[in-house]
């Protein structure tokens, strides 16, 4: 099928539970419109507590006839890796719902969205028959066994900004261990996650061992966060909520939860910068990627007094480049927002900006895309203090805020002064300043000299309330296994 038949083909907003396609058991629903131009694309299932038990029950007889975790890694890895042909396959369909369902742009819902899910699925397919168990150097009398086991039903809670991306980092892994999966994907960008349930299942992942329950955070979040047959939780989302889920985690059966949250992260350019327009590339490129709404973002741009008027004078320059456009043309590198809500919380933040003081270079209006859209111009702001509302919150839209500092002390102390601690990238040509910095800077992930680096090889995740656990690499595998010592006494006859 072409573009054009899957942009006009109706979605099925049905829950995915128990290998079938249903909706919720009261037939509740509700209305998916599409941020690109206000069209109604499908009716979603709208799963509450009684769905959300149907799922888990499925996951649970899942888990416990073995029909996933019995096989042998070698055999789950092949099911994941046809998983991932499939995504491949069937890549086109899957990008134009992921931009008609939360507005980014084709061209990178095809080269990103698509290409890191299939591949993150790939990878911990390809990686769970390579890793090996432990032995402890214990006395010769004893052995003991250290064994990772996979938990039981996972419950996995994400945001709108890359919804296949977010679900991938989490059911991967999950999957590979031989886990049962319950995915409840955003109210706003349910449409993907939906179909990979449907992927995964034709490419032989048996029914009830991943399920997908779409709905609202209050009414199929929480009585997943709460479930008490639950055994893990995976959220992504705003820390708001992150803190919300460690609770429910607490109040229920102390379900081991896992948190990646927000992020405000700085970007500190000094004046001994090897490469300034690098630097400035990288600096708008990476903060109006996916029109803002990316929990990295470079969002708090740091730039030394001696150089700040030079960096800015190239950053105005650039920001042509990035005025949005139609998300279905293939050359559009800057879409819609993905709701209303979303367009005026933004809005609402470029309005506190310039009401607290700081300096509005460009942009600051809603944009006229289409019609029923919600389009915003990439907008910049100088004389940014830390103190200002726009300093201290995520406003996951396009809006770069730029303050200056004078030395390497003064840079830190603004970069760490955030109760967030994702990201970070410091641009410098002397090894130890760059070197120094980096170890300062309370982050997850430190940059030096670049910024869009970025690997399934690697760990993602935060400091202080940008998280608990990370996302990627071999690592994520702890958060989905429990470890088990099993001690064996040897009467050795020798
Ligand atoms: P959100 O916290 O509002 O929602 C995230 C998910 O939680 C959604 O599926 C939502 O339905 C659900 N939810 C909402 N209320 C709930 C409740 N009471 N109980 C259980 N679930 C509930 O976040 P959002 O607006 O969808 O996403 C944006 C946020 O995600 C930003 O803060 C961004 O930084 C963060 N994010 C972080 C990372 C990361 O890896 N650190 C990646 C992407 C996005």
Request: proline share 6%; charged share 20%.
């Given at each position: 099928m072409t573009h054009e038949t899957f942009v006009n083909l109706k979605p099925d907003g049905r829950a995915f539970i128990d290998g079938e396609r249903r909706w919720a058991m009261d037939s509740a629903r509700f209305d998916n419109i599409s941020p690109v131009d206000g069209r109604l694309l499908c009716e979603v299932a709208r799963c509450q507590a009684r769905d959300i038990d149907l799922a888990v029950g499925s996951g649970r007889r899942a888990f416990e006839?073995?029909?996933?975790?019995?096989?042998?890694?070698?055999?789950?890895?092949?099911?994941?890796?046809?998983?991932?042909?499939?995504?491949v396959t069937?890549?086109?369909?899957?990008?134009?719902?992921?931009?008609?369902?939360?507005?980014?742009?084709?061209?990178?819902?095809?080269?990103?969205?698509?290409?890191?899910?299939?591949?993150?699925?790939?990878?911990?397919?390809?990686a769970i028959d390579k890793v090996y168990d432990e032995i402890a150097p214990t006395p010769d009398h004893a052995l003991a066994l250290i064994t990772r086991e996979p938990m039981g039903v996972i419950?996995?809670?994400?945001?709108?900004?890359?919804?296949?991306?977010?679900?991938?980092?989490?059911?991967?892994?999950?999957?590979?261990?031989?886990?049962?999966?319950?995915?409840?994907?955003?109210?706003?960008?349910?449409?993907?996650?939906?179909?990979?349930?449907?992927?995964?299942?034709?490419?032989?992942?048996?029914?009830?061992?991943?399920?997908?329950?779409?709905?609202?955070?209050?009414?199929?979040?929480?009585?997943?966060?709460?479930h008490m047959d639950v055994d893990g939780i995976g959220f992504t989302g705003s820390t708001k909520i992150g803190k919300q889920i460690h609770v429910m985690a607490g109040q229920s059966n102390l379900k081991r939860a896992w948190t990646e949250l927000g992020g405000k992260s700085p970007f500190i350019v000094m004046d001994d910068c090897p490469d300034i327009e690098r630097a400035v590339q990288a600096a708008v490129g990476s903060l109006f990627f996916n029109q803002g709404e990316s929990c990295n973002a470079p969002s708090r741009l740091l730039v030394h007094q001696r150089i700040k008027d030079q960096f800015i004078e190239r950053a105005l320059q650039l920001v042509p480049q990035y005025q949005p456009a139609d998300p279905l043309h293939p050359d559009t590198v800057m879409g819609a927002l993905?709701?209303?809500?979303?367009?005026?919380?933004?809005?609402?933040?470029?309005?506190?900006?310039?009401?607290?003081?700081?300096?509005?270079?460009?942009?600051?209006?809603?944009?006229?895309?289409?019609?029923?859209?919600?389009?915003?111009?990439?907008?910049?702001?100088?004389?940014?203090?830390?103190?200002?509302?726009?300093?201290?919150?995520?406003?996951f839209g396009p809006v770069l805020s730029v303050m200056g500092f004078s030395d390497a002390h003064e840079a830190v102390r603004l970069a760490n002064d955030h109760v967030y601690g994702l990201q970070a990238s410091v641009w410098s040509s002397n090894l130890n300043t760059a070197h120094g910095m980096a170890r300062a800077l309370r982050a997850g992930t430190?940059?030096?000299?670049?910024?869009?680096?970025?690997?399934?090889?690697v760990p993602f995740g935060g400091y202080k309330q940008s998280g608990v656990g990370r996302d990627k690499s071999l690592h994520a595998f702890d958060k989905y296994t429990e470890l088990k010592t099993t001690w064996i006494r040897i009467d050795s006859p020798v």
């Open positions: 006839d073995k029909r996933w975790r019995g096989l042998a890694p070698a055999e789950r890895k092949r099911v994941l890796v046809r998983f991932s042909e499939l995504i069937h890549g086109e369909e899957l990008a134009c719902l992921e931009t008609l369902d939360m507005g980014k742009p084709i061209r990178y819902a095809r080269s990103v969205d698509v290409a890191s899910a299939a591949n993150c699925i790939r990878w911990y397919g390809e419950g996995v809670i994400v945001p709108w900004n890359y919804p296949m991306i977010m679900a991938a980092w989490k059911i991967a892994p999950a999957l590979a261990c031989g886990n049962s999966v319950v995915l409840k994907p955003s109210e706003k960008s349910p449409l993907t996650a939906l179909r990979l349930a449907e992927l995964a299942l034709q490419a032989g992942v048996p029914a009830g061992v991943f399920n997908v329950v779409p709905g609202y955070g209050a009414e199929a979040g929480s009585p997943l966060a709460l993905v709701d209303k809500t979303q367009l005026d919380t933004v809005l609402g933040y470029i309005q506190k900006g310039q009401q607290e003081g700081a300096q509005l270079l460009c942009g600051g209006q809603a944009a006229l895309v289409k019609p029923g859209g919600f389009y915003v111009q990439p907008t910049i702001f100088d004389g940014v203090t830390s103190s200002m509302t726009i300093a201290r919150e995520e406003i430190v940059h030096v000299n670049q910024y869009d680096e970025d690997d399934i090889t």
